[in-house]
């Protein structure tokens, strides 16, 4: 007889011997199972941060019209991008086929904002009354210019499929401040026809253990789908059997000592805390109605807006990470119409929320991410018009803020040629954001690392560095003079 497979004496014996620990309770999770997959609960170093919101647009957000005013590309519209300032760089095989690189520049006006004199877009003035509180780095680079493998690069480290997020990294490295809700939450705005796919591997734990997955959550309707009881099933009916699923898993860990079967566990307690403690924090009805209005939200539609309201109480609350990405910022056409309605329904949340946050308190120790994969070309893809005009892709000249949990206020970071075309100064690259964030939390990136199949992985790879730049305190850089184009580095 196989000695992991029960009959029905033994299963019966065993149960009747284990009924004290029958229930969804919490000793279960946290001591039964704690060598296989509990937080490491590290800190390498003091932390400035506890939490981590990133907010990202997918698709690619051109730097033209919102952080990097280049007058240049509007004196030169419509004329050639000039091969000594290409210098044979890649361009994509979208635009390579075009024959012409025609020049365009921004229509919209910018102009400098708070002490600091941060220059920002006219679409962006939410944002803009938030200068002094942010970081503003003009020079990020990434390793490819296609959508798929810089989203997968920017949230995990790599282009290769199957690695931790980095949200369960951080999870991962250090636990949950919450009891009743997930360490770790993501939620999604706009359109599913909307250009590119966000995929669960962006929120996904990898080799990790699946506890340490984002659990996404929606704004209206059922915040989490399948946590309520099905139709003309009660609570108590449902955890009679949430509890003998919990008893034959835990019969199946003893056996076999699959972590998986304890992610199973963890699953099942945490669904039974979550339906008391998410009706409550996705109540939006309950939020005053001028805290509506200043998001710009609607409790009975979906929005970014909503999801806005959502990510601060969850914070509020004590997530660790939550991630909210937008679709339907890839514009390789219609820039001007479309850019500015995606600014009409992102600004004014997100210069709501990180009202709320300073006032609260929360941004002292809360890090804000704004970012897209990539940015974008200085010259147009398709058929430029007086009115219309698209960019295509660019990963040596991306634009993207931070804010709050000890980064640097009022600081602008990295200079791109008078072109917009490469950095020349001060090159930034997703790695290094990465290990930065990870510091802030107290987090020294090196050590940050699990052994699988046979070697030690981290978000970082085997990059990145600290930018003490980014950092509250830190000396600014000195604005260069341009020169030659900065390198890329990794593979363009």
């Known amino acids: ?71 240049l590309l509007n004196e030169r519209r419509g004329e050639q991008l000039p091969d000594s300032v290409r210098q044979g760089k890649r361009i994509t095989e979208v635009t390579v086929l075009q024959g012409a690189l025609p020049i365009v520049g921004s229509p919209f006006e910018f102009a400098r904002h708070g002490e600091c004199g941060m220059e920002l877009s006219e679409l962006v003035p939410g944002l803009a009354q ?14 490819t210019v296609i959508h798929e493998t810089a989203t997968t690069f920017f949230f995990t480290g790599s282009q290769l499929l199957g690695r931790p997020s980095m949200g369960s990294w951080v999870t991962y490295a250090l636990g949950s401040e919450c009891e009743n ?9 706009g359109s599913s026809r909307d250009d590119q796919g966000l995929h669960s591997r962006l929120w996904g734990s990898g080799f990790l253990p699946g506890r340490y997955q984002g659990v996404p959550f929606r704004s209206s309707g059922d915040a989490v789908l399948y946590l309520s009881n099905p139709d003309g099933v009660e609570r108590e009916h449902r955890k009679g059997l949430l509890e003998g699923l919990e ?7 003893e056996r076999t000592g699959d972590p998986d079967v304890h992610t199973r566990i ?19 009805s309950t939020e005053s109605e001028d805290t ?27 997530v660790r990470f939550v991630q909210l990405c937008d679709r339907g910022w890839d514009h390789h056409g219609g820039l001007p119409k479309s850019l500015k309605e995606k600014c009409e329904v992102t600004d004014k949340p997100i210069g709501a929320l990180l009202t709320d946050l300073k006032n609260s308190g929360l941004l002292d120790d809360t890090i804000v991410v704004f970012a897209g994969e990539f940015g ?26 931070l804010a709050g949990g000890g980064m640097a206020r009022g600081a ?34 090196l050590k940050l690392t699990r052994r699988h199949q046979g070697r030690d992985f981290r978000l970082t790879d085997v990059s990145g560095r600290v930018v003490p730049e980014m950092l509250a305190g830190a000396p600014r850089p000195l604005e260069p003079e341009l020169g030659p184009a900065a390198e890329p580095r990794g593979e363009v």
Request: aromatic letters at 8%; hydrophobic letters at 40%; glycine letters at 8%.
């Open 130 to 143: 938030h200068a002094d509180d942010l970081t503003l780095v003009r020079s990020m680079q990434t390793d």
């Open 247 to 253: 008893r034959l898993n835990e019969l199946e860990a």
């Open 181 to 189: 809700l997930p360490e770790f939450t993501v939620l999604v705005s």
């Open 376 to 401: 974008r070309t200085p010259y147009c893809e398709g058929r430029l018009t007086r009115e219309s005009y698209g960019r295509d892709h660019n990963n040596r000249v991306g634009s993207m803020w």
């Open 292 to 318: 509506i209005e200043r998001y710009g939200a609607n409790p009975q539609k979906p929005s970014f807006a909503n999801n806005c309201l959502m990510a601060r109480r969850l914070l509020e609350r004590g």
């Open 1 to 71: 007889m196989n000695p992991f497979q029960p009959n029905r004496r033994a299963f019966i014996r065993s149960s009747l011997m284990g009924a004290g620990s029958l229930g969804l309770g919490s000793l279960l999770g946290r001591t039964a199972f704690a060598s296989v997959d509990d937080a490491l609960a590290i800190q390498h170093h003091p932390a400035t941060a506890k939490r981590v919101l990133v907010l990202f647009m997918s698709g690619g957000p051109s730097q033209f019209e919102l952080f990097d005013n280049k007058p």
């Open 266 to 284: 963890n699953t099942y307690e945490m669904a039974a805390k979550m339906q008391l403690s998410v009706p409550e924090l996705t109540d939006l």
């Open 412 to 445: 602008t970071l990295g200079t791109t040629d008078d072109w917009g075309w490469d950095t020349v100064d001060f090159p930034v690259h997703v790695h290094d954001i990465q290990a930065t964030l990870l510091h802030c939390l107290g987090i020294d990136h």
